[in-house]
């Protein structure tokens, strides 16, 4: 079993939908919960971060983490063209590593 | 800043010679990682730096691989020989832990093709 599951899609929804990507993940020790947005030929930009259990917000963009259940969430809202990428879960365990999920490979369809 | 800067963009070789990625990370920052992607196998940590010494080079492939951080502002990836199972998108990132903030700043990567 990965550390780190993700299902890589593609997802494919229509301009203004509400989507979610979400992870698990096995080991109860991490800490850092985070998401990065990789757009074709790019490197990846982190776009949240979160420590705890619970919903973290910015923007459209809402994080969200169950520690009880190993499973993290990133909701867009109000999906744009723009917002056409591969996002990435990461697990930061403690000390410096981190680790990534597969990626999902998102589609907005204007 | 400009970010995480690495050369070239994009490197074609043939199989068996010598391969040479470069990476300047964000002034300031201490942590510098190298990072492989490939379709299969997502990305993979190769070596960590912190304060340019290797923490962790347990991602390292084979002996084949090198890396080198001669300063804080400069750190090298080498692969020789390369064979055509390297090929993929090599990414450097760099972060400064201390500053209590989560992540890493990637490059825009080195597209590596062993032909």
């Known amino acids: 079993q990965k550390e780190v599951e993700q299902d890589p899609g593609p997802l494919s929804v229509p301009e203004g939908a509400i989507v979610s990507l979400n992870c698990t993940y096995s080991?109860?020790?991490?800490?850092?919960f985070m998401w990065y947005r990789q757009y074709s030929r790019k490197g990846p930009e982190l776009l949240m971060y979160?420590?705890?259990?619970g919903n973290k917000e910015d923007g459209r963009f809402t994080a969200q983490v169950d520690k009880s259940s190993k499973y993290i969430s990133l909701f867009i809202r109000d999906s744009q063209p723009s917002d056409s990428a591969t996002y990435l879960c990461?697990?930061?365990?403690?000390?410096?590593?981190?680790?990534f999920g597969a990626g999902t490979r998102l589609f907005v369809k204007a | 800043d400009a970010g995480v800067i690495q050369s070239p963009r994009h490197e074609v070789t043939e199989m068996g010679q010598e391969v040479t990625l470069r990476c300047k990370p964000i002034?300031?920052?201490?942590?510098l990682f190298w990072y492989r992607q490939t379709m299969m196998r997502g990305l993979e940590l190769l070596i960590y730096?912190?304060?340019?010494?290797?923490?962790?080079d347990s991602g390292m492939p084979e002996d084949r691989f090198s890396a080198k951080m001669p300063n804080a502002s400069f750190s090298t990836l080498k692969i020789q020989p390369s064979e055509p199972r390297d090929s993929a998108v090599y990414f450097c990132?760099?972060?400064?832990?201390?500053?209590?903030?989560?992540?890493?700043?990637f490059g825009s990567g080195t597209r590596l093709t062993v032909v």
């Open positions: 990132a760099s972060s400064l832990p201390q500053s209590g903030e989560a992540g890493y700043t």
């Open positions: 080991n109860s020790a991490f800490q850092y």
């Open positions: 979160t420590y705890s259990s």
């Open positions: 990461a697990i930061e365990t403690g000390g410096f590593k981190t680790i």
């Open positions: 002034s300031g920052h201490n942590s």
């Open positions: 730096f912190n304060n340019n010494v290797p923490i962790d």
